[in-house]
């Protein structure tokens, strides 16, 4: 039994039986067997004393048995122990918030949220034990409903967090980008006790990424993420100069093995590897989502393996364990990473790739892929990793995906006469600037609709109220709900133009436009993510649809939108762009990359 010797258990043990063991002297004992990984003799001390004690503080007694119960994995036990604290101590807040993590671990969020709402509702912040309580319910609640994507009261509930507790970077982290998601604009809403410059140094490197153009303040906000969250004191486990394998090992990790814009991206390129001179490893947290594209992209890689059961270190030492020579994270700064597991320096070179559309300020990353377009090279200054340029375009394509049939414009609640621009961008992406711009090109159109992704129902009836606001009838407003892929591409053959936002652009979607032969109008920046549609346009020979301004770019809109003839040329130029460019060549992209992974590995 270690330090606490039997016999001193037994006394407890003994003492707990007869009622006589005072509750100073459990917490004592039990936390004691609790630091010698003696867990299961603390909730067994804890049960008895419970059933025997007439102690005024047996429900502080089962919440503590709850919470060595929830501990040991016994969720059941603990729900069981919290639920008894509760009954005979309604007012004891405690065991009530964490039953709503345990609910929550259990995958009921619904029961938690109740828990954590009624902490909040009957808690008094008068009592100032109460406050943090209080706090913890109300984060909780905006975390888990953000992550059921019900973000209008997800954010209700992190004000009231800032209301009691301003200086809390990671909620206004979360309020920031929940203000995106709905098109809340301004963005930055005054809230009590909280300055315009601690949002901004809240605000996420992919929040920052549609709020600004300077690709510094990027960089400083990709850093303020590794200051805060990311290990760099780690040991290095790779071999700083590669492992000699006759084929050169490649490793690609992501939480977006499934269908999502990235794998749409790169499942072909997994595919093209040169198998003579290359062995493909896949390293994966991502969902089983069932569908076709993931089952394309694991069929695609040599080795696949799943590591979201395995902790960043160990995570680390499977790869290291493989030998990669050259390990590629498509995750960046985005929603699942894992940079900790990188940080370890698994392989002796890490690249980052298409997942994060900006620097990821990581330290333990060597390159990121671009080309001359996206990152010129002064700019260079501002990524912590060196550019691995690319000759034609940093995008690659998947060539094989299929659109459906083409569908009426009745089908997808479009009028039958009449220009349709369409922008199906993440609604994050759009800003108050860009969008009165649209506005002018609507009013400018007569007749035409603005065809966007319906996101979610908030950021709709905001964009109404904004389209109002400037005089826009509403219902020029033509919302697409989403649909399957093929589906989803062959809406691009109804639409004429595809407006670009600004200052993050498309990505996956000016691809799927341009691979669809749609035409897209972009305004290119100074950033990464300004510059994206710019990258495509240039390697599709089209740099006329590249503007610099807005003004610019919404004379162009309006020229083409009255000029029939000009949209039917570029829908020309892109179809054979499709077959014979070097956008889509995705076997060209494949061999360039290749070559700069091999001339990367050569001796210095």
Known sequence: MG??????????????????????????????????????????????WVNKTTS??????????????????????????????IKLAPNFFQPRVNLGSLLERAGKPDQAIAEWRWVEQHASLAVPDNRPLVLMAVNNMGRVLEIQKQFYEALFYLSKSLAIEPDQD????????????QCAWPIYAKVPRVSHAAMERATSALAMISISDEPQAQLDAAKRYVAKKVITDVPRLAKPKGYGHKKIRIGYCSSDFSLHPVSMLTVEMFELHDREHFEVYGYCWSPEDGSALRSRVMAAMDHFTRIDTLSDLEAAQKIRADEIDILIDLQGQTAGARANMLAYRPAPLQITYLGQPATTGFPFIDYVIADRFLVPEESAQFYSEKPLYMPDVYQVSDRKRVAGPKPTRQSCGLPETGFVFCSFNNNYKLTPDMFDVWMSILRRVPGSVLW???????????????????????????????????????????????????????????????????????????????RMAGALLTAAACPELITVDLASYEEKAVGLATDAAAISEFKSRLADVRTSGVLFDTPRFVRTLESHMLALLQPS
């Open 56 to 85: 005024p503080y047996v429900h502080a007694g089962y919440f503590n048995l709850g919470a060595v119960l929830g501990n040991a994995g016994d969720l059941a036990g603990a729900e069981e122990a919290y639920r008894a604290a």
């Open 452 to 530: 966007l992704l319906a996101d979610n129902q908030w950021a709709e009836d905001n964009l109404r109220l904004e389209a109002q606001a400037r005089g826009i009838d509403a219902s020029r407003l033509v919302f697409a709900g989403r649909v399957s892929p093929e589906n989803y591409l062959a809406r691009y053959l109804i639409a004429d133009l595809f407006l670009d936002s600004f200052p993050f652009n498309a990505g996956t979607t000016a691809n799927d436009a341009l691979f669809m032969a749609l035409p897209v109008l972009t305004c290119s920046g100074r950033s990464f993510a300004s």
């Open 170 to 181: 990671e909620v206004l982290h979360h309020w920031v980008y929940l203000r995106q998601k």
């Open 3 to 48: 330090a606490m010797g039997n016999e001193r258990y037994a006394t407890a043990v003994r003492l707990a039986w007869q009622g006589a063991l005072d509750f100073s002297a459990l917490l004592e004992t039990a936390s004691t067997l609790e630091k010698q990984q003696q867990a299961p003799l603390a909730a067994v001390l804890y049960q008895i």
